[in-house]
T-cell receptor, first 113, second 115 residues
């Protein structure tokens, strides 16, 4: 069964600290993995997209990694800011001719001053 | 920066009524999508649309749902006879190219409440 599991469910960190969010998936055959940031009441905003051949992708203070062998990805946030408080969603697409997109439940990050 | 816009931001409808959710994708984008997010649950893919036809749809997208691009700018989702369980946030998204390699740009959603 195609699944995307994220951990932790929620996380509280102090402003300026780093954190790492995890994503494990069982989606097959793998097409790509995306990380989105979703602020409360807003639509998701794309942070990174990685295909099978890529194992790291950065976007400013966000760095995503992908291990296609173990089917794991992480999103590392450096020097967190209050504005990083949001849900971070891992999304994996399967290459099924068309393709099937599976969303994780997200990690809710709270950055405190 | 260009945005995907959705209207209305909140729609309240009686069960059994038809509802149309509207989206204006980014102007040079060619691929369009609808997703839904039931309160407290994961975002779920509904349908993708390209070249005036559905390119992929999920099991959720049954006969009560339809999509249309009635003119060069709007992209609509119609729910024919709404049910209580259709209450959710509905997101529209668009991408410049086929979404495997292209970022999808999301609107801020329409909250649909079925009474």
């Amino acid at each position: 069964k195609n699944q995307v599991e994220q951990s932790p469910q929620s996380l509280i960190i102090l402003e300026g600290k780093n954190c790492t969010l995890q994503c494990n998936y069982t989606v097959s055959p793998f097409s790509n993995l995306r990380w989105y940031k979703q602020d409360t009441g807003r639509g998701p905003v794309s942070l990174t997209i990685m295909t099978f051949s890529e194992n790291t992708k950065s976007n400013g203070r966000y760095t995503a990694t992908l291990d296609a062998d173990t089917k794991q990805s992480s999103l590392h946030i450096t020097a967190s800011q209050l504005s990083d408080s949001a849900s971070y969603i891992c999304v994996v697409s399967a290459d099924t001719g068309g393709f099937k997109t599976i969303f994780g439940a997200g990690t809710r990050l709270f950055v405190k001053a | 920066e260009p945005e995907v816009t959705q209207t209305p931001s909140h729609q309240v409808t009686q069960m059994g009524q038809e509802v149309i959710l509207r989206c204006v994708p980014i102007s040079n984008h060619l691929y369009f999508y609808w997703y839904r997010q039931i309160l407290g649950q994961k975002v779920e893919f509904l349908v993708s649309f390209y070249n005036n036809e559905i390119s992929e749809k999920s099991e959720i997208f049954d006969d009560q749902f339809s999509v249309e691009r009635p003119d060069g700018s709007n992209f609509t989702l119609k729910i024919r006879s709404t049910k209580l369980e259709d209450s959710a946030m509905y997101f529209c998204a668009s991408s410049e190219g086929r979404s495997r390699y292209q970022p999808q740009h999301f609107g801020d959603g329409t909250r649909l409440s079925i009474l």
